[in-house]
């Protein structure tokens, strides 16, 4: 079992940056392949990001490739987002999410644990 606890999201400009950090708990955090999604009102939750238990394996979604990274301490039990050059667009909620499987894939419906969300605005 893991249970994920987002933070670090806000207000920002556009063309700001934010970073959101997922604290994870349970012992076997190192072998979880991790993740994050969004969602904006009235739209459907999307696959943003995800990293392999290892850090050898990233995806990205194409909207956010170039601007976000995402990274893991495995030491910390921790899973960041590093959102830069940001854009209204990029307004959502933002979700960490977990797989025991080691592929990162972008279907909601594969991960099996997610944490409660949290809010970013980018103004204009």
């Known amino acids: 079992q893991v249970q994920l606890v987002e933070s670090g999201g806000g207000l920002v400009q556009a063309g700001g940056s934010l970073r959101l950090s997922c604290a994870a708990s349970?012992?076997?955090?190192?072998?979880?392949?991790m993740g994050w999604f969004r969602q904006a009102p009235g739209k459907e939750r999307e696959f943003v990001a995800g990293i392999s238990w290892s850090s050898g394996n990233t995806g990205y979604a194409d909207s956010v490739k170039g601007r976000f990274t995402i990274s893991r301490d495995n030491a910390k039990n921790t899973v960041y987002l590093q959102m830069n050059s940001l854009k209204p667009e990029d307004t959502a909620v933002y979700y960490c999410?977990?797989?025991?499987?080691?592929?990162?894939?972008?279907?909601?419906?594969?991960?099996?644990?997610w944490g409660q969300g949290t809010q970013v605005t980018v103004s204009s």
């Open positions: 999410a977990a797989r025991s499987s080691p592929i990162v894939v972008v279907q909601e419906y594969l991960w099996g644990y």
């Open positions: 349970g012992r076997t955090f190192y072998s979880y392949t």
